[in-house]
């Protein structure tokens, strides 16, 4: 019977838990009272069980021979990869899930470089156009320092945040209001109500328009913060809005609210703007976050943000593949792409597009999957290595604060699985190259020589001595701001930013309701518990556009049956609360593959995830 | 047995000495703050500072996830132990709390109940060897004054120490205890009149700093009652984010689901793993049907359970014995000491 | 192992297959080891395990005084009845039981029996319906009414040829959509009791199947005149353990596992989640 002190793989949130372990196994995951003061979890972290006995688990190496994946040793899988990485007849590109560790990241980067690949992330939860946007206005990497100023907060907006989507959120929401702090919602459609907060309603084809409007009401109004007046770009932007003709035709926002609404965050004593899924995930999710960071500067509240709470490491995955990562939905769609390395996701399973992506995987040369469990692209891989969890490895993560913290090994790596890191060197030695970290914790070291925000966290913090006791709360380190304070920089809006975006979303007025849901969630996939999480996971409800449930004549609490590719399947219809009450939500019954109505998603994918309206024909069963 | 008393200093001889017939488990730090339930051994410190662990003692009864049995070749069927199974040692624990011990007395009750025993579990409380440490302050979320589980207990335990400075002393009720002891009587004497008198003192300024409320007894009436309207559940229900964690924390609380796992080729074990009434899944059906698809519903089921149904009828008393682990853990604020104040002060 | 766990399953052997439905088989299986197959109450129920997906609830769908085998019903709706439905004669599934309590079959003696059925709802109330017959003389009229969805909808339909033969019982049988072949009734269950009389101080009504059905038959057994505490049914719920312990059939103070899951409807009445 054993402890281990670590941190939870399911959110960027990174909670810290104790892994009870006996006998090799994972019996429970608990909350620490310790760490942070709150011992509490959500149900992903109540369930962190081991995946060892999971029925996808992957556990050996597998080359395809004559069609199919056939179990090999990890030299000849090795071998096999390095000869295809080595013939590529263009760069090849290396797609990462962000559930990697920062240690596995950058080891991967390293082997692309080596062969002259390039790097991509498969994270579709909003962080990089939250992170985009934090640099170009603010110059930092992070928003706020920690959850808990969101407790403490007097007044907060909530940006497209599904507090169904991120419970820790939730709670600090609920703590903040009931000790007396208001709270505003922006959102798409009207809220269920009930929880005491406001609502601004968005239409959801002018929801880029939020930011501008509040920009406006600042400028004109005479109210920006003193400190925005002296940051790099306020008389551009004083000018455009001096020169913006006032007003406009909007029912949802008046002239007169929006600066009731600015004005009191204004003089809020601690006010808090939460930026969620639904908004970063939205089109046009960089240049409106941008505009909306702008806004929140103007209001003086530059470091009372909160942006997205990604996946288990989608923070610490941009930190250390930098700049040079593209989103993998725009990379895999490039022409001439004829090798790719999949590491850490079901690239097929989450992505928004799979139809596109289905048809650019057939056509590629290779596809390697690094991976810790069998999914959906799987069927494409030419070569794949079995990876492990966070509980059977050490490694760092780090959280939507920006702390740097453990994930600690343990129980043993089930068989041929191990780390990333140990993959790419494995492969990179036969590049060449002969040195590679033999520890996490030297590949920690060797990180940071590269990965300048972590130069300042040593690696004795992180893997010291007394490793078995420290608490990863407690030794977690950051942020790895820049250094210094924020340089604040903005700049008028870009012409057509101004401009709505009606048409594209009018095709599909749901696309920005459902934003990452699914992404967040399905990160239950690591758990043994599946089956647990299952039960709880959004990620098997559709959505379809009110007008073509209207057209069908079909009803809440309607069966109906959704023909997709490859099959049908038979759902059940249900208002949900979080939707307008026009807007049906499917549920598929027992029995009916989830995996297949995913699949069904148009062509042209924008940014919008896993959830999608539904083509195929809908009949009443 | 009269009382007797052992130097704080020799506790570790003391649990040595059990450590030949039993398997010693007691308090431990991990990590800096948080104390749990570990393997007892010599280099670590016994702490009895400590308010109470992350998780009850429930763990090491029920765990949180523990193999029924194990299946070859399902198709056909061979079935034998799991890998937890064979000849262990029974528990000694030291340091158990004593609104754990109360919710531990509560779990044997249950898992014997209703014509049906639990083996397994009901033989791993019965062999182990109780070892209550009464509470000499109370935590932040503390009330089980309000619901007869402590600070000290009267009966359901082996031994009960109380601190009493550079000494403990041992109140022993069971053969068990006796037998505990005496294993090691060289370490113990007699305790004199004095030390009993330390401890009177002590039991009855102890009495003192624990608040006693009415909200229980309200709440729970109440509850019972129907007093509550449908509005309030529908209300608090929204702060629940459903992650289950007051069920686990609860010492009280029993739930599980049985799912087969791979475990070899061919081979899978089943297993037996906490379950949450909070979750939405923990009533759906196969066909999707869902008897209590409200997050209401399952609240509402939660208190009633806890405070009503079962546990005056059945159990002799209501499902909470004041640990406040769900005061720490809940996120909503719907813990059973917040919830029942508001029911006491909201609901007339 | 040690002594028998209350989870440890019986291992038995499937005998026999057959196919009821399109989606709805019975399965003969072999109980020689099972020292309580003749000595279970129509009514009750079992565990079943299918090795590697799980276990699940299933109604003694035989009366206890008649098969040498275990007969369950079984509709193909989740994980575990997917399995099973790939399974054949010579495959082993595992069995816990009998649980549960059982129709009142004493109560029953020296009255008027009405069964209404509805689709997979007949085999709990086919137990208890052979349990009668086979203690014919204890019973005064024996009616059973059965409705299923189409004709091929039908389950046991070469004892619903024997019954309708036979004088012991009347059998009415009704389909929602008929077929070419189909010279019954037509409609919903419920329309066979509009009009009916009964003496409904001697009769005790059993009735099983689909929530909705349910809802009106019951009704209308009541607008009969019949008591409600002598409307019986089963109730279900997702249950894993059957012995009163993994808390998920819970209703109200009930374990419907243990408790139930046979219920009269004055009882379900009392429920605080009354379905």
């Known amino acids: ?621 | 047995m009269r009382p007797m008393t052992i130097l704080e200093s020799v506790l570790p001889s003391f649990l040595a000495a059990l450590a030949g017939d039993y398997r010693v488990v007691a308090p431990q730090r991990v990590g800096g703050a948080d104390v749990v339930y570990a393997d007892w051994t010599d280099d670590v410190p016994v702490d009895l500072d400590f308010v109470n662990t992350v998780v009850p003692p429930k763990m090491l009864f029920f765990p949180a996830r523990e193999t029924l049995f194990h299946i070859e070749d399902p198709r056909h069927a061979t079935l034998s132990a799991g890998q937890e199974a064979g000849a262990t040692k029974p528990l000694a624990i030291f340091g158990l709390r004593s609104c754990d011990a109360t919710g531990l007395a509560f779990l044997e009750k249950f898992f014997a109940g209703r014509g049906f025993e639990d083996d397994t579990i009901l033989a791993r409380i019965r062999s182990a060897l109780t070892m209550t440490l009464a509470c000499r302050e109370p935590g932040a979320d503390c009330f089980c004054v309000c619901c007869e589980a402590g600070p000290w207990l009267t009966a359901g335990f082996d031994i009960q120490f109380s601190d009493l400075g550079d000494r403990l002393l041992a109140d022993v009720r069971t053969e068990k205890g006796e037998a505990a002891i005496a294993a090691a009587s060289s370490l113990f004497t007699l305790a004199t009149p004095e030390d009993l008198d330390a401890w009177s003192r002590q039991l009855t300024k102890v009495d003192a700093t624990f608040e006693r409320r009415s909200f229980m007894a309200a709440g729970t009436r109440r509850i019972s009652l129907g007093r509550i309207p449908q509005e309030k559940w529908e209300h608090w229900a929204e702060d629940c984010r459903g992650c289950g964690g007051c069920c686990f924390v609860c010492p009280t609380c029993s739930c599980f689901t049985v799912t087969d796992r791979p475990s070899g080729d061919d081979a899978f074990d089943r297993e037996r793993q906490w379950d949450a009434c909070l979750y939405e899944g923990f009533t759906r059906e196969a066909s999707g049907h869902n008897p209590r698809a409200a997050k209401a519903e399952r609240l509402k089921r939660r208190f009633f359970h806890k405070m009503s149904y079962q546990y005056i009828d059945v159990m002799g008393r209501h499902g909470c014995v004041g640990c406040g682990r769900c005061v720490a853990t809940c996120m909503g604020g719907l813990d059973i000491s917040t919830l029942l104040t508001r029911i006491h002060d909201e609901c007339p | 192992m040690s002594a028998r766990s209350l989870y440890l399953p019986h291992l038995a052997e499937i005998a026999r297959v057959e196919e009821e439905t399109p989606d709805t088989r019975t399965y003969f299986l072999e109980a020689n080891g099972v020292e309580w197959r003749r000595a279970y109450h129509p009514g009750q129920f079992v565990e079943l395990s299918v090795f590697g997906v799980g276990e699940a609830p299933f109604c003694l769908a035989q009366s206890p005084t008649r098969s040498d085998f275990i007969e369950l019903t079984v509709r193909r709706t989740g994980a575990v009845t997917n399995r099973l439905h790939t399974y054949r004669a010579g495959d082993v599934v595992g069995l816990r039981g009998p649980f549960g309590n059982a129709f009142p079959f004493e109560r029953a003696r020296g009255r008027n029996l009405l069964f209404v059925g509805g689709g997979i709802g007949l085999p709990p109330l086919r137990s208890l319906i052979n349990y009668v017959l086979d203690h014919r003389t204890d019973y005064r009229d024996v009616t059973v009414l059965y409705g299923a969805r189409t004709p091929a909808d039908r389950v046991y339909k070469n004892e619903l040829a024997e019954w309708s033969r036979s004088p012991a019982l009347t059998l009415v049988e009704t389909v929602d959509r008929g077929d070419d072949t189909w010279t019954g009734h037509v409609g919903v269950v419920t329309r066979l009791l509009k009009g009916m009389t009964v003496d409904a101080a001697a009769t005790l009504a059993f009735t099983c199947g689909p929530p909705v059905m349910l809802t009106f038959v019951v009704a209308e057994l009541i607008a009969l005149g019949i008591a409600p505490s002598n409307v019986v049914t089963t109730l279900e719920r997702y249950m894993k353990c059957g012995v009163g312990k993994c808390g998920h059939c819970c209703v109200g103070h009930h374990y419907i596992c243990v408790d139930g899951p046979v219920y009269n409807y004055d009882q379900i009445r009392r429920l605080p989640e009354a379905p």
């Not at chain 1, 002296?230 to 006032?246: I, K, S, V």
């Not at chain 1, 924020?486 to 008028?492: G, H, P, S």
């Not at chain 1, 594209?504 to 758990?527: E, Y």
């Open chain 1, 1 to 621: 019977m054993a402890f281990h002190p670590s941190t939870c793989p399911y959110c960027s949130c990174a909670c810290a838990l104790l892994l009870h372990e006996e006998n090799g196994r994972l019996l429970g995951s608990y909350p620490r009272a310790g760490a942070d003061g709150r011992a509490e979890l959500c149900m992903r972290g109540w369930n962190c069980t081991s995946s060892e006995s999971h029925p996808d688990r992957l556990t050996a190496p597998m080359v395809r021979n004559a069609g199919r994946l056939v179990r090999a040793s990890w030299r000849e899988a090795v071998e096999e990869i390095a000869s295809r990485l080595g013939s590529a007849a263009s760069p090849p590109l290396f797609a990462l899930g962000p559930t990697l560790a920062n240690e596995d990241v950058f080891a991967v980067r390293r082997l692309a470089r080596r062969v002259g690949g390039r790097v991509s992330t498969t994270d579709l939860s909003g962080v990089q156009a939250a992170r985009f946007a934090l640099r170009q206005v603010l110059g930092t990497g992070y928003g706020l320092p920690n959850l808990e100023t969101v407790a403490g907060a007097d007044l907060i907006w909530l940006v497209g945040v599904d507090l169904e989507d991120c419970p820790q959120v939730a709670s600090r929401v609920t703590q903040a209001r009931r000790d007396g702090g208001a709270v505003v919602r922006f959102d798409v459609y009207a809220s269920a109500g009930g929880d005491g907060s406001r609502m601004v309603a968005m239409p959801p084809d002018e929801f880029g328009r939020l930011p501008l409007i509040l920009q406006q009401a600042v400028i004109v109004a005479n109210l920006a913060d003193p400190e925005a007046r002296a940051a790099a770009g306020f008389e551009d932007l004083t000018r455009y809005w001096q020169a913006e003709p006032a007003g406009g035709d909007r029912a949802w926002l008046s002239d007169e609210a929006a600066l009731a609404l600015v004005r009191e965050f204004r003089f809020a004593r601690r006010p808090v703007a939460v930026l969620g899924s639904r908004w970063l995930t939205s089109s046009r999710a960089e240049e409106n976050t941008v505009q909306l960071l702008q806004a929140l500067v103007l209001l003086g509240a530059a470091n009372h943000v909160l942006t997205a709470v990604g996946e288990a490491n989608s923070w610490g995955s941009l930190d250390v593949l930098g700049a040079e990562a593209r989103p993998a939905e725009l990379a895999w769609r490039e022409a001439g792409l004829d090798t790719l390395v999949v590491v850490g996701d079901d690239l097929v399973r989450h992505s928004p597009c799979a139809a596109a992506l289905t048809e650019t995987l057939d056509r590629l040369r290779t596809v390697v999957v690094i991976d810790r469990f069998a999914g959906d692209t799987l069927r494409f891989a030419d070569v794949v290595l079995p990876s492990c969890t966070s509980a059977e490895t050490d490694g760092t993560t780090t959280n939507v604060f920006g702390a740097v913290q453990r994930w600690r090994r343990a129980v043993p790596l089930p068989g041929d699985c191990c780390p990333e890191r140990l993959w790419a060197s494995r492969i990179g030695r036969l590049f060449g190259v002969e040195e590679w970290p033999a520890t996490a914790a030297s590949w920690f070291d060797a990180m940071r020589y590269e990965v300048e925000s972590y130069l300042p966290i040593l690696p004795e913090r992180m893997y010291g001595e007394n490793d078995a006791v420290s608490a990863a709360g407690d030794d977690g380190l950051g942020p790895p701001r820049v250094a210094g304070q924020t340089r604040v920089r903005l700049a008028a809006p870009a012409g057509d930013v101004a401009s709505t975006d009606r048409g594209q979303d009018a095709a599909f007025p749901m696309r920005m309701v459902l934003g990452a849901h699914v992404a967040n969630w399905s990160t239950g996939t690591v758990s043994q518990r599946e089956e647990l999480l299952r039960r709880e996971i959004p990620e098997s409800t559709l959505a379809a556009a009110p007008a073509v449930l209207e057209t069908l004549g079909v009803k809440p609490g309607w069966t109906a049956k959704v023909l997709v590719p490859g099959g049908e399947a038979t759902v059940t219809t249900r208002a949900d609360l979080r939707l307008p009450p026009d807007v049906l939500v499917l549920v598929p019954l027992g029995g009916s593959p989830p995996a297949q109505l995913r699949r069904c998603c148009p062509g042209p994918g924008g940014r919008s995830v896993g959830v999608q309206p539904i083509p195929a024909r809908l009949e009443r069963a």
